[in-house]
Nanobody
């Protein structure tokens, strides 16, 4: 089955850390750029971070810059989002998407990328 699967979400206290994974099955991520998006309760989906197919280019939303780090391990067919210094406003369902370098770099939340995952819940609360 061709799909993206996110994992690593959970409940964490403010200031804590989580590492999200986006794993591909049924296809290889080598030729795809990957974007992370999130949707908080009652809000629209927003772009969080992205990484190019080569891994040589990354981008971050201003709200997470300096706290989140995106990386990829093509040997494991997985992209990661390391999240540090988490805040309550980071609470959301986090999704990953796979697509072309140009369109992923735009981080358009409503775009029909080639693949979308089902999401993983991140809750930051004391």
């Amino acid at each position: 089955q061709v799909q993206l699967v996110e994992s690593g979400g959970g409940l964490v206290q403010p200031g804590g850390s989580l590492r999200l994974s986006c794993a591909a099955s049924g296809f290889t991520l080598d030729n795809y750029a990957i974007g992370w998006f999130r949707q908080a309760p009652g809000k629209g989906r927003e772009g969080v971070s992205c990484i190019s197919s080569s891994g040589g280019s990354t981008n971050y939303a201003d709200s997470v810059k300096g706290r989140f780090t995106i990386s990829r391990d093509n040997a494991k067919n997985t992209v990661y989002l390391e999240m540090n210094s988490l805040k309550p406003e980071d609470t959301a369902v986090y999704y990953c998407a796979a697509g072309g370098d140009y369109t992923i770099a735009l981080m358009i939340p409503t775009y029909e990328y080639d693949y979308w995952g089902q999401g993983t819940q991140v809750t930051v609360s004391s």
